[in-house]
């Protein structure tokens, strides 16, 4: 059976607000992406093709993934993921049908952005050889017939995700293909504040803790980095507030507190 088949297909819950920092990134967006899905009539007036793809290019875990969803969930548009080596490997020898459907099924779900991830694993210059350059090379010429035939009328919108253009066959690159390259970078001090701010909009913040300091102390550090960093705390602050539960419980059992006295005690330690 395919993994293909089972890639899901549907509008993602990433809004703007979830992602720091990208804000010329976003706008550059929403105009390719937004405007010829709710304004196909004047691009139509004007003669104008509407750009087929983009290519997002950069570090691991700095918000490609993130980016590409939320400018679905922008435009209400469906979502279809697919990773360069799933396509490879899903039918043995098949990987051209793959692609096939995988259009087709993008097609129908118009309008929608068809998000592949780990580019460079499938799209290496053709006929540079290395592993399953065979194979390679008959998927990525599907691709690019495939970009090439979507026409103007099904709002389809394709984005390549890659950690290395350089090795990209540049055919993928060529006008009225993935013609726009868009690098998204390691965030620099500001974003790291919004990163911060992002992943911390729900929980409470320490007292001493600003968003300028954890932005000083992370240079260097991805999205994804920051992430974590933001989710391990969360847990120790989940960890102490049952310690610091069960404790009260204790001391009121023992006789060492009342009850009003514990539950007047701050919630964590
Ligand atoms: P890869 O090249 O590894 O596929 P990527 O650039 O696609 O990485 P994402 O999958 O978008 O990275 O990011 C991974 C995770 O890191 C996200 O789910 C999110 O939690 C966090 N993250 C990364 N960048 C940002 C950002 N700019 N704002 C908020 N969170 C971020």
């Given amino acids: 059976p395919s993994t293909l ?22 706008r550059d967006l929403q105009e390719m992406v937004r405007y010829p899905i709710e ?15 983009v290519l997002f290019y950069g570090p691991p875990g700095c918000g490609k993934t993130l980016m590409a969803k939320a400018i679905a969930n922008e435009c209400g548009a469906n979502f279809i993921s697919v990773k360069g080596p799933e396509l490879l490997n899903a039918y043995f020898g098949g990987s051209e049908a793959n692609v096939r459907d995988l259009f087709d099924k993008a097609r129908s779900a118009s309008p929608c952005i068809l998000f592949f991830d780990e580019m460079d694993s499938i799209a290496r210059a053709r006929g540079s050889g290395g592993g399953s350059s065979d194979t390679s090379d008959r998927v990525i010429n599907q ?7 979507i026409g103007s009328g099904k709002t389809l919108f394709i984005i390549g995700a890659t950690n290395r253009p350089d090795i990209l066959d540049p055919g993928i690159m ?9 690098y998204i970078p390691l965030p620099d001090y500001e974003s790291r504040v919004s990163i911060f701010k992002a992943n911390l909009r ?24 920051i992430t974590e960093i933001c989710q391990r705390a969360a847990k120790n602050a989940i ?31």
């Fill in 174 to 182: 060529r006008p009225g293909r993935l013609d726009q390259l868009i």
């Fill in 39 to 53: 304004h196909r009539g004047l691009f139509e007036k004007f003669g104008m093709e509407a750009s087929r793809g």
């Fill in 239 to 269: 960890r102490e507030s049952i310690t610091a539960e069960i404790e009260r419980q204790r001391s009121v059992e023992a006789g060492e507190l009342t009850q009003e006295e514990a539950d007047a005690l701050p919630d964590s330690v």
């Fill in 5 to 26: 088949r089972e890639n899901k297909v549907e509008v993602p819950d990433v809004k703007w607000e979830d992602i720091g920092g990208l804000e010329d990134t976003k």
């Fill in 143 to 149: 691709i690019l017939s495939e970009i090439d035939g």
């Fill in 202 to 225: 729900k929980s409470p913040v320490a007292e001493d803790i600003t968003f300028d300091l954890l932005a000083e102390v992370t240079e260097g550090f991805s999205g994804a980095d």
